[in-house]
């Protein structure tokens, strides 16, 4: 079984603030995802990274994507008030495989 | 652009009455999949469908959940006699291949789903 972990699971931090957030595995995926969630939506995707080493940028989202395809970072520069929301991580071994969702990340942005 | 979307956006039902939940994936779309978050807790695997069959499901999936694709565009989830810890949002989701292999995942909007 695939387990995903993410950390921290809560963060505050003022607006303005840069922030990472991670997600790790001891299993190796063939992609991850990143997903955005806000209460009582369905979760919304920000990037796939498929390679190892990768690194996408999304405006002041930077997501990287480990060598080894086992863990993931997504660091926010100038956090606004907007990027509040569940960061979610997801992995799949393989095409057609399910997606195993980690816990998520909560951060709060404070104006 | 492309979203999948769902039917109902809620629903509320007594214990022991059967729903169903309906969702359009992305047209172009290959593998389709169900998903369920109690509240306050992870998103979970529920199935995966493809080639109008079931390639993966978790234990969560016992006998009271099916899945179907009547007509090529519709992709359901029964629930045959609702319990109350059935009570969660349920997420529909469908993929596409990227190039080399890797897949990308669009989820729809969720059904809200209240047992009684």
């Known amino acids: 079984t695939q387990l995903l972990e993410q950390s921290p699971q809560f963060l505050s931090i003022q607006e303005g603030e840069n922030l990472t957030v991670y997600c790790n595995s001891s299993?190796?995926?063939?992609?991850l995802q990143w997903y955005r969630q806000e209460p009582g939506e369905g979760p919304v995707l920000l990037v796939t990274?498929?390679?190892?080493?990768e690194v996408k940028k999304l405006k002041r989202l930077t997501f990287q994507f480990g060598d080894a395809r086992k863990d993931s970072s997504l660091h926010i520069t100038a956090a606004q008030p907007g990027d509040t929301g569940l960061y979610l991580c997801?992995?799949?071994?393989?095409?057609?495989?399910?997606?195993?969702f980690g816990p998520g990340t909560r951060l709060s942005v404070l104006p | 652009e492309p979203e999948v979307t769902q039917t109902p956006s809620h629903q509320v039902t007594q214990m022991g009455q059967e729903v169903i939940l309906r969702c359009v994936p992305i047209?172009?779309?290959?593998?389709f999949y169900w998903y369920r978050q109690i509240l306050g807790q992870k998103v979970e695997f529920l199935v995966s469908?493809?080639?109008?069959?079931?390639?993966?499901k978790s234990e969560i999936f016992d006998d009271q959940f099916s899945v179907e694709r009547p007509d090529g565009s519709n992709f359901t989830l029964k629930i045959r006699s609702t319990k109350l810890e059935d009570s969660a949002m349920y997420f529909c989701?469908?993929?596409?291949?990227?190039?080399?292999?890797?897949?990308?995942?669009?989820f729809g909007p969720g059904t809200r789903l209240l047992v009684l």
């Open positions: 989701a469908s993929s596409s291949r990227l190039a080399g292999g890797a897949e990308t995942q669009y």
């Open positions: 299993s190796v995926f063939s992609s």
């Open positions: 990274v498929v390679t190892g080493g």
């Open positions: 997801a992995g799949a071994i393989a095409y057609g495989q399910n997606f195993v």
């Open positions: 047209s172009n779309h290959l593998y």
């Open positions: 469908f493809y080639n109008n069959e079931i390639s993966e």
